[in-house]
């Protein structure tokens, strides 16, 4: 670090600021550690209600039952995918389909075109860098 560095962060005393950081994060971990385990539990016990709720309804052949408490709604979710990319960007550009598509940019694959391909930009594109600090455990303690 250089002097004129040095004297900037004199008053601040960096070995604090870095234990009290790593002490939160730590703290953090630990809630976020119980909060999933306790979670996962919750959605375990739903699972298997929502397993039951759905053999009566289909024993009823009804996609909704309401009850005292609420009303359970049956539906259908449909999850959608390729195994064959290739024929799949060929079909959405025969069929100007192009909303099949999801419009966000592959943040990593972008960079690497970037840096690989620095004279070429494609129009709208927007940039925005921000420093982060992250902060190590030191090995020592």
């Not at 971990?29 to 397993?51: G, H, I, P, T, Y």
Request: hydrophobic share 35%; net charge negative.
């Amino acid at each position: 670090m250089d002097e004129e560095v040095k004297d900037r962060v004199t008053s601040v005393d960096l070995d604090k600021l870095t234990t009290i950081y790593i002490k939160i994060r730590d703290a953090r971990a630990d809630s976020k550690r119980v909060f999933e385990a306790e979670d996962n539990d919750l959605k375990e016990q739903m699972e298997v209600l929502e397993a039951q709720m759905l053999d009566v309804c289909k024993e009823m052949k009804a996609d909704s039952i309401r009850t005292p408490h609420g009303t359970i709604i049956r539906s259908v979710k449909s999850r959608y995918w390729t195994n064959d990319w290739d024929s799949m960007y060929d079909f959405i550009q025969e069929n100007g389909a192009f909303g099949l598509l999801e419009k966000r940019l592959h943040q990593t694959n972008m960079k690497d075109f970037l840096s690989e391909n620095p004279e070429v930009l494609p129009l709208g594109l927007n940039v925005e860098n921000s420093y982060s600090v992250v902060v190590r455990r030191s090995k020592e303690k």
